[in-house]
């Protein structure tokens, strides 16, 4: 067939390559669909168990182990994505495959397959024994994990907290028992390698050495505090500089009254020495004048004498003139005394004696206060001594202090650490973590493979492109001519005649 005939191939010519070489494709046909056949009916099945774990955010995403913050730490922030690969990891890695192993030996693993070990005891030396079971049972383990790690699978949904975990085995029963199996030994294993071994003894022997150290150190800072006095430096302290600054204002109160008292004594001695020592206390007016009532009544009666005379006489008469005389000096004399008169009495000046008791008070005073300031400077003495005296013992109680309380906060901070790790012994023990089965391993009754579908179909794929493949090859590779458009094609010569072959029951033949 010439190269433009193939490039021009049509659906008629690849029907008529098929039934010219229909024996070879149809036999390929059969050959194809045969080992497909076969390979279904000849493949031992495979069980699947499927499980899932959920991931949440737990003591082991947001907490470290105690041993790792008793000193400076460093904040390490991890996706969600990178926890999920850590748990991968742990889940395919051979440590778990080998204690999965451990657990349900290898025999029950392998479920029957044939292993290489029971090779290696074939043609040995007797004396040999020992060393070949040995290398058996290593070889047997050896396979039964391989069979672990091959059969498992582990992978995570994307944007999700879930892992999922698959385990093909001979049997469905085999297939959930070890997925079951891989789930409880990492399940173990997640909450040994969360946690630091031997953290809960060592914290319990620290805390204990630091209640020891904070006993002594509270013991001898009771002794220094005994020794001096004193149950605190800063109260004590606050205690004397306010008394020290009440006896300061005192001095400086009592100071400004000494200076008061005595300038009023000296106001009231000048005062006292220009006052004379008597005075006229007490002055009594409108008593009566006894003298001027009898003189009254003498010009009473010279005043009637006259008239009488006057009566019998003329003015000129001696006795008249005469009385008359007597008469007007009565009256003079009567003038001349008053109607009432007034009594006094004189005694001590009062108001000298009450300035002369003032200043004695006053005195008094002055030297109660020259007292009561001589107390206080001595009581701000006293005060001063003692606060330094308390500057002296202030830096030893402050060293016991600061050692008391430097181990307090260690001893806090070790006893707090030690219920962190008694906590995690605790949640280790019970194997709480952050790692929650969803789904229990599933017990699938039909088998995953053989895929007799998907084998099936591609076998038909296969044998179908097979059968064409042969039949245009063996068309292209046949030199014959069987037609006249390729006479006329091939030889480049016009035909004139075509005779048709007759079959032996003379039917034609194109």
């Known amino acids: 067939m010439s190269q433009a005939k193939r490039l021009s191939l049509s659906p008629m010519d690849l029907a008529r390559a098929l039934i010219r070489h229909k024996g070879k494709a149809f036999l390929f046909f059969l050959l194809v669909m045969s080992g497909a056949v076969a390979a279904i009916l000849l493949m031992q099945p495979r069980y699947m168990s499927e499980a899932k774990l959920f991931v949440r955010l737990g003591r082991e995403s947001v907490t470290l182990d105690p041993t790792a913050t008793t000193g400076q730490t460093v904040s390490i922030s991890e996706s969600r994505e990178v926890e999920i690969n850590s748990i991968i990891e742990i889940l395919r890695s051979r440590a778990v495959a080998e204690k999965v192993v451990e657990k349900l030996t290898p025999e029950r693993i392998l479920g029957g397959k044939p292993s290489t070990a029971a090779v290696t005891t074939v043609s040995l030396p007797a004396d040999a024994a020992p060393s070949v079971t040995s290398v058996s049972k290593a070889k047997l383990q050896e396979d039964a994990v391989t069979e672990v790690d091959d059969s ?26 070890v997925t079951n199996t891989v789930i409880e030994v990492y399940l173990s294993e997640h909450a040994r390698i969360h946690r630091t071994a031997g953290s809960h003894d060592f914290f319990v022997e620290q805390e204990k050495l630091l209640r020891e ?47 008061a008292a005595r300038a009023k004594s000296t106001r009231l001695d000048e005062t006292v020495t220009l006052l004379p020592q008597r005075m006229n206390v007490q ?3 409108g008593i009566a004048n006894a003298a001027a009532d009898r003189m009254r009544e003498i010009l009473y009666q010279l005043e009637l004498e006259e008239r009488d005379l006057r009566s019998k006489y003329t003015d000129d008469h001696p006795q008249v003139v005469a009385k008359r005389q007597q008469l007007e000096e009565a009256r003079r004399i009567h003038s001349d005394q008053a109607p009432e008169r007034k009594e006094n009495t004189n005694a001590v000046n009062p108001n000298r004696q009450q300035l002369e008791f003032q200043l004695l008070a006053e005195q008094a005073v002055s030297a109660s206060l020259l007292a009561k300031l001589d107390e206080l400077k001595t009581q701000r003495d006293l005060v001063l001594d003692e606060l330094k005296s308390l500057n002296h013992a202030e830096i030893k109680i402050h060293d016991l202090e600061r050692e008391s309380q430097l181990l307090d906060a260690n001893y806090r901070s070790y006893a707090e650490k030690l219920e962190q790790a008694r906590i995690d012994d605790a949640l280790e023990q019970v194997r709480i973590s952050n790692v929650n089965v969803v789904q229990e391993a599933s017990y699938m009754a039909d088998p995953v493979k053989p895929q007799k579908a998907l084998i099936l179909a591609l076998g038909l794929a296969v044998a179908m492109f097979g059968t064409l493949t042969i039949a245009l090859s063996a068309d292209y590779l046949d030199p014959s001519l069987r037609s006249s458009d390729e006479v006329e094609e091939q030889l480049e010569l016009p035909v004139l005649v075509s005779v048709p072959r007759v079959s032996g029951r003379g039917a034609l033949i194109s």
């Open 152 to 177: 498992l699978q582990v992978y995570a949904p994307k944007r999700t907290t879930v892992i999922s975990l698959a385990y093909e085995a001979d049997s469905p029963e085999l297939a959930q028992l």
């Open 213 to 259: 150290k904070l006993d002594r150190a509270n013991a001898d800072l009771r002794d220094a505090k005994n020794e001096t006095g004193l149950g605190s430096i800063e109260g004590r302290r606050e205690t004397l500089q306010a008394m020290l600054g009440s006896i300061e204002s005192q001095i400086a109160t009592t100071e400004g009254e000494v200076a």
């Open 283 to 285: 002055e009594v007016t």
